[in-house]
Each structure stands twice: as structure tokens, then as C-alpha cells.
């Protein structure tokens, strides 16, 4: 699986993700109430070009609202409704959203069941390892308990952000703790972390950093062959984020993956602080074209 980041998984992200051999991938993070309320950017992280399993996480606290979106057209193409009770932002968590759910059973509950009671879609929960206490296992069964149908787990506390190293063997404890499947997250990126997790009782993992700029990993994982052309994959994204947003927006948000897909690239950083500077796609992408005409092609693979 391709785990959700708000700003970084965009279609594009996701459509490269499954090209290389990814399972399920996650929309970024949409707010239930804005989608009730008809906000139009919360329904534009809806896009989706990639074939399915495709989940949409929504975030909220309120049981109605997600009952309302289960039912809402725009979620229908859907095969997977997510809910994030992992997210340790203070703005999100300040409203009783995210990672705050993991301090209430009772409300994550509510909204899991009211998730099934109205689709008969998949529902998943993505959670951590507790807020500051490990609470994942008694959270994961109640979880359970409420009607998901798998779970991803980031071992780690939301207190911890994204800093320490993710808790490989609390993941499996409450892996091993419920039926449902369990997919790992937190510092996936080789194939023997997918190996240490799937042969210890994980249904499957979930990739988030370790994917970006780097979509193949899902094909090293599955140790099938594959080509990557740095130039043109950068190209393509940019094409793709213009169609799905103002140039301006596609232009920021592509300097963001410039900076992923030239990372650890022998003198990428020029390119990343060039790119930092284009207005236009038409900039961007001369940006792009230099670089690769003054250092050559750049493709990996396995063939
Ligand atoms: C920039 C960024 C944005 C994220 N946005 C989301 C999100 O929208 N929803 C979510 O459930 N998790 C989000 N996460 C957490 C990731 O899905 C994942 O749990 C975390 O990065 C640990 O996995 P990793 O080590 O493979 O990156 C985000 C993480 C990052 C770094």
C-alpha cells in the first residue's frame, strides 16, 4: 500500500505508485465535514486516475458527517472509505480529529460503525501507536470490534511526529492481537522490512516516505523488472498535476517532488534549487530538460 500524505500523495504520485506494482493506494487526507458542506478543494483530492483498490481517507470526529459521506456520489468510485486516527498535526488534533480519536474509543467507534451501517464498501483505520500511552492493542480490537475490515499501524505515538524509530515489535503485537488484516507502517522502504512484517504476521505494508521519488519500491518489493526514467517521470507529473490544477498550484506542488525525485542524485541539487525558481510549467520544465541535457540521461531498473 501506498501510505496517505497530505500534500505529496497527489493522482499523479498514486498513478506511478500502481505502475510499479503498488496495491492499494490512499487519497490525501479530505475533511468529512467539508465534503458534507460541498467544499470544492475538498472534493478536488478526490481525482483519481489510478485503477482500483483506490481508498479516500477521510478525517472528522463527527459519526454523521462520515455517514453522509458513505453515501455521497463523489465517494461511490471508491473501493476502500479510510479513516485517519493517526494524524498528530495540532490543528487537526485540536478538534478532536486525527490521533485525538485514539484517546476516544467510544467516537472512533461510532464512526467506524456509522461507516458500515451506510456502505458496503471496505472500511479501513489508519492509526498509531497511541497518543503518549500505547493503547494500539485495546484500540485495534475495539476497532475491530466496530466493523473495520483491516487496519494500517505506524508504530509510532503521535506524541513521537515522524522522529524516533517506528516500534517494529508493537506493530506485530497488534497485528497478532485481532483477525483483521494489518498492514505496517512506519519506516518501510526494503524489501526486508515487507519480509520482517509479512513473516510475522502482517497482512502487507504500508510505504509512505520510502515511495517518494522513488515509486519503483514497490516494484523491488515484488522483485519484478522495471524501468525508471528519472526525466521523464518528473515530465509526466507536471503534465499531470496542470490537468488537475491551476499551473500556479501544479507548479509549487511539482517543486516538492523535484526535490524527492533528485534526491541522492549526483548534482540534483541543481536542478531542485532551479526548479524552486519557475513560475510556469513551461519553466519547469526547461529546468527539467537542462539539467538532463547537461548530465545525461538518468534510468535505473531490473530487467
Ligand atoms: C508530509 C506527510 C503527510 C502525511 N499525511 C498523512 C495523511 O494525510 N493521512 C495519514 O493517515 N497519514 C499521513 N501521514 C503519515 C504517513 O501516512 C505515514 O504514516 C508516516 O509517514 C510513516 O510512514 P513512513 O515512514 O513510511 O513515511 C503523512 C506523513 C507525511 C510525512
Known amino acids: 500500500m501506498l501510505a496517505p500524505m497530505a500534500g505529496y500523495t497527489d493522482a499523479p504520485t498514486r498513478v506511478f505508485a500502481k505502475r510499479y506494482g503498488c496495491g492499494i493506494t490512499v487519497t490525501e487526507m479530505v475533511s468529512a465535514q467539508s465534503l458534507v458542506q460541498a467544499n470544492w478543494q475538498a472534493k478536488e483530492l478526490l481525482t483519481t486516475f489510478e485503477q482500483g483498490p483506490v481508498a479516500v481517507q477521510l478525517f472528522g470526529h463527527n459519526p454523521d458527517h462520515f455517514a453522509k459521506c458513505a453515501q455521497m456520489d463523489c465517494l461511490q ?118 519480509n520482517f512484517y509479512t513473516q510475522n504476521g502482517c497482512h502487507g505494508v504500508a510505504i509512505g516516505r520510502g515511495a517518494l521519488g522513488r515509486p519503483y519500491v514497490f516494484a523491488q518489493i515484488d522483485g519484478k523488472d522495471f524501468q525508471f526514467d528519472l526525466q521523464s517521470i518528473m515530465e509526466e507529473h507536471l503534465q499531470q498535476l496542470t490537468k488537475i490544477t491551476k499551473e500556479n498550484v501544479a507548479v509549487n506542488e511539482m517543486k516538492k517532488h523535484v526535490a524527492f525525485y533528485m534526491k541522492g542524485v549526483y548534482c540534483g541539487k541543481q536542478l531542485v534549487i532551479d526548479a524552486m525558481t519557475a513560475k510556469t510549467k513551461e519553466e519547469m520544465l526547461c529546468y527539467i530538460q537542462k539539467w538532463f541535457k547537461d548530465h545525461g540521461t538518468y534510468c535505473i531498473g531490473r530487467t
Open 77 to 194: 468510485k471508491f473501493d476502500v472509505i479510510d479513516v485517519n486516527m493517526g494524524c498528530p498535526v495540532r490543528k487537526i488534533v485540536s478538534n478532536g480529529d486525527g490521533s485525538a480519536l485514539m484517546g476516544n474509543v467510544k467516537l472512533a467507534s461510532e464512526i467506524v460503525t456509522a461507516l458500515k451501517n451506510n456502505t458496503d464498501k471496505v472500511v479501513s483505520v489508519k492509526m498509531r501507536l497511541g497518543q503518549k500511552s500505547k493503547n494500539a492493542v485495546d484500540f485495534a480490537k475495539a476497532m475491530e470490534q466496530a466493523g473495520a475490515d483491516y487496519l494500517t499501524v505506524h508504530g509510532r505515538t503521535a506524541t513521537q511526529m515522524y522522529s524516533g524509530v517506528s516500534d517494529k515489535e508493537m506493530v506485530l503485537t497488534v497485528a497478532k492481537a485481532v483477525a483483521i488484516p494489518v498492514f505496517a507502517n512506519g519506516d518501510v522502504k526494503t524489501v526486508d522490512d515487507f
